[in-house]
Nanobody
């Protein structure tokens, strides 16, 4: 079973950039597809981005495409989310996920981190 720990969240202004990290332990990192999700207050958790096991394919929600970039370093058992041109509507708790299924261009996560808060002020 894999454990996931996110870091890198914080308070930024609109237009700023931020990079989230998710460190994995307890499993074979390279055997999992990885992804990021977010949950804003009063809303359901939504898919943000995913990357396949080898890092050759990436997937994004329409709301972040062109602004966010997901990447992974299998040697460091870490997945990243680079977020550029942040908007107030990006404010949410961001969760890292690991799973064995990518379908319909999104990750179906079996494991979750505890989340990291991202707040974008206008």
């Amino acid at each position: 079973q894999v454990q996931l720990v996110e870091s890198g969240g914080g308070l930024v202004q609109a237009g700023d950039s931020l990079r989230l990290s998710c460190a994995a332990s307890g499993g074979t990192f390279s055997s999992y597809h990885m992804g990021w999700f977010r949950q804003a207050p009063g809303k359901e958790r939504e898919f943000v981005a995913a990357i396949n096991r080898g890092g050759s394919n990436t997937y994004y929600s329409d709301s972040v495409k062109g602004r966010f970039t997901i990447s992974r370093d299998n040697a460091k058992s870490t997945v990243y989310l680079r977020m550029n041109s942040l908007k107030p509507e990006d404010t949410a708790v961001y969760y890292c996920g690991a799973g064995n299924t990518i379908a319909s261009k999104r990750l179906y996560s079996d494991y979750w981190g505890q989340g990291t808060q991202v707040t974008v002020s206008s």
